[in-house]
């Protein structure tokens, strides 16, 4: 089989490209080892923002672009991707306070035109954002934007399936060779296929894959592990915190799953991909950082939940890994078959590197590259207005629930009616496999999302496995495996 584009990874980035490229007529074949953004795309702080903390940097050409994608995605994705108000509380700052203000105006200029509030001063009134801090009332609000990041890696492999790519999960790229005008390659599921050009969208492991391929790259890669904890909620309303600590870093608290908040993230530089578990020094880090603002304590017993990701960063020289910058590089090797390299890279910024890489693969390829993604919704994001999607679901399938509805309209969108086509009862829906998931759902994610095991559906394609015990999960693993 000859393809036009291989790529060779699964997370935000290589479902981008996959998503840009069939969207402009490709041939794509996208390949991927594990599960889709089973890595460091599912362990991100599950934000979309411009990185207030990057202008410390004077990165203000990644801010503006990042802000920019901010406001088309909130538009794009709005069942999984929400409007999030930041409280940044002033007391015991480690900046002054003329510099944040100055920084929030900066960040609200590069911003453009916004749909989002914009920044300002915390006020007395300010009571549900000043209640759970040890300090008084001084600080800032500004606006960001949470995200599912793992589904939106996941909608962007549905846009580009339904657009012609071909995406294969628990398939590896076993080796690879340039030969006339293509790559042959192998796959682990034993076929052999052909290509114009190959993408290598690998994350921490794109300089394995340049090694196995026998390229050598220009770029570095600087590894960085990322970790977040979860706790029972520690404070009440929808809004986030972006706390300052003494070591100039900054730690994200924000509401998680109705009864969690998530705290992240840490900076910590690795050598492996692997390298991706939290530590005990890590998780004393984060509570600390939260015990410094907060009026409620935490320690290490009060965490429920944690993960880890690896960030593979273009490695700037920078001597501090949070200085680190978090903008991304694209190398092109066309000696030979074309072959395109990701170093670095965000979730907010991932549709923009898609649309960049498919410029530079136009050239040596010879297709007319154009913006198709600028404007587009994401599968199931044809919505004017959350709330009231809501109310429809809840009012066309009643038997559903009100909090199963919310989950299930927040995850599908508009999507659901064609999941739930000719379904008119509890019963309809079949056996429940776990925390409300019914076969239903489970078909839909095998057949429609790629999924392969329990923890595809319940720690990436739904957070259910926050809610469910140990015994329960495993029961749900049982009722997986015996889905017809």
């Known amino acids: 089989m000859t393809y036009d584009l291989l790529i060779v990874g699964g997370g935000i980035n290589g479902c981008a490209i996959a998503r840009e490229a069939a969207l402009l007529g490709l041939k794509v074949l996208l390949v991927e080892r594990d599960d889709l953004a089973a890595h460091t795309s599912s362990a991100s702080t599950k934000l979309i923002h411009g990185g207030l903390r990057y202008l410390e940097y004077y990165d203000f050409k990644l801010v503006a672009e990042a802000l920019r994608e901010r406001e088309r995605l909130v538009k794009a994705a709005p069942h999984i991707i929400h409007p999030l108000r930041f409280v940044l509380p002033h007391e015991n700052a480690v900046r002054p306070w003329w510099m944040l203000r100055i920084g929030l105006y900066l960040y609200d200029f590069l911003g453009g035109k916004m749909s989002l509030p914009r920044s300002r001063g915390l006020r007395k009134s300010d009571t549900a954002y000043s209640a759970p801090l040890k300090g008084g009332s001084r600080g800032f609000v500004y606006s960001d934007a949470f995200v599912d990041d793992s589904r939106l890696t996941v909608l962007n492999a549905v846009d580009a399936a339904l657009n012609g790519a071909e995406i294969v999960v628990g398939t590896a790229l076993e080796s690879a060779r340039r030969e006339g005008e293509v790559w042959r390659a192998t796959l682990s599921d034993g076929r052999h296929v052909t290509a114009r050009a190959m993408v290598n969208a690998a994350g921490p492991w794109v300089h394995q894959l340049l090694g196995k391929l026998g390229v050598n790259a220009a770029s570095g890669v600087r590894l960085v592990k990322g970790s977040h904890i979860v706790v029972p909620k520690l404070f009440e309303g929808d809004h986030a915190y972006i ?90 090797d066309t000696n030979g078959p074309t072959l395109l390299s990701v170093f670095g890279g965000k979730i907010t910024t991932a549709r923009h590197l898609a649309e960049e890489a498919l410029e530079k693969l136009a050239g040596p390829m010879g297709f007319t590259a154009h913006p198709v993604t600028r404007a587009r919704v994401f599968p199931g994001g044809a919505i004017a207005d959350v709330t009231s999607f809501i109310a429809h679901v809840r009012a066309t399938w009643p038997f559903l629930g009100d909090a199963r509805s919310e989950r299930m309209a927040h995850a599908y969108g508009t999507m659901l009616a064609e999941m739930l086509e000719g379904v008119d009862s509890e019963a309809a829906m079949g056996a429940d496999l776990g925390g409300g998931l019914t076969e239903v759902e489970a078909r839909w994610l095998r057949t429609r999302e790629w999924a392969r095991t329990p923890a595809d559906v319940l720690e990436r394609r739904s957070k259910l496995g926050l809610h469910l015990s140990a015994a329960e999960q495993a029961l749900f693993a049982e009722r997986w495996a015996a889905l017809v």
Do not use: M
């Open 243 to 332: 706390l300052q600590q003494p070591d100039r870093r900054i730690v994200f608290a924000i509401p998680y799953q109705g009864a969690f908040t998530e705290i992240g993230t840490t900076d910590v530089p690795v050598d492996a991909p692997e390298d991706a578990q939290i530590d005990a020094d890590e998780i004393a880090y984060l509570c600390e950082a939260v015990n410094r603002h907060f009026i409620t304590q935490i320690s290490p017993a009060d965490v429920t939940s944690t993960w880890s990701g690896v960030r593979p960063l273009y490695d700037d020289g920078a001597s501090e890994a949070k200085a680190v910058t978090r903008d991304y590089v694209l190398e092109l």
